[in-house]
């Protein structure tokens, strides 16, 4: 039997990036599949509050079982921000290319480029709500580099690689992505308890 499980995105590449490490007894959908089209909340203060503030709401909202994701960036010499504010560390409504802007000159001249992806999943069904963690260390680039991808890609280069996010398919990235990272743990933990899949 396939069993339901609402992804609190309406980012079709999420979707088909966590489909594509499934079992095929379980099937994604979207919020708009699941009917619901208010934006979610995101108003807290951590990257592990604002997952969970989505899942409880896409949860309240679908009546079935739902998983929401939030994910920051942080960067040690600037105490871990942009963190939570990642979406919008240059203002509210700012691009992606404007934050890399201001995350580029916040850096300037300083030597430690430590930082890292972190992704919070949550999942929330009328049984429980769990979490689970995807963190990628690397290190901020002096400029962009590549076209690949979205958001911090251009600047960021994974522990251990050469090429920034940007530089690599998306196959590459997927790979070692904080985001695969959270997914695995969350998917090996739905096989233990399948029960958790149906509401
Ligand atoms: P969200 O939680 O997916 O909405 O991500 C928050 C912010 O972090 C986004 O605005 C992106 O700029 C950034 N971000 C999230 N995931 C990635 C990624 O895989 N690569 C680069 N930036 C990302």
């Not at 594509?20 to 919020?31: D, K, Q």
């Not at 079935?64 to 990642?86: F, K, Y």
């Not at 398919?169 to 743990?185: C, D, G, I, T, W």
């Amino acid at each position: 039997m396939i069993k339901k499980i609402v992804f609190a995105t309406n980012n079709l590449n999420k979707i088909k990036e966590i489909q594509a490490i499934t079992p095929s007894n379980i099937e994604w959908i979207s919020l708009a599949e699941a009917a619901i089209f208010e934006e979610l909340p995101e108003t807290r203060e951590t990257i592990e509050a604002n997952s969970l503030q989505k899942g409880e709401r896409a949860f309240e909202l679908a009546d079935l079982p739902c998983m929401s994701e939030d994910t920051g960036l942080e960067v040690e010499a600037l105490h871990n921000e942009p963190g939570v504010r990642s979406a919008r560390y240059a203002g509210d409504l700012s691009t992606s290319e404007e934050n890399i802007d201001k995350l580029l000159g916040a850096l300037h001249e300083i030597k430690n480029r430590k930082a890292r992806f972190k992704t919070v999943i949550s999942f929330c069904t009328k049984e429980r709500i769990i979490q689970f963690e995807g963190i990628l260390n690397g290190e901020i680039a002096q400029d962009r580099r590549g076209s690949n991808g979205f958001g911090y890609d251009s600047v960021f280069i994974p522990e251990g690689q050469m090429k920034t996010f940007a530089e690599m398919n998306l196959e590459e990235k997927n790979q070692m992505s904080h985001r695969k990272r959270a997914f695995v743990k969350f998917l090996s933990y739905l096989k233990l308890n399948q029960h958790d899949s149906s509401k």
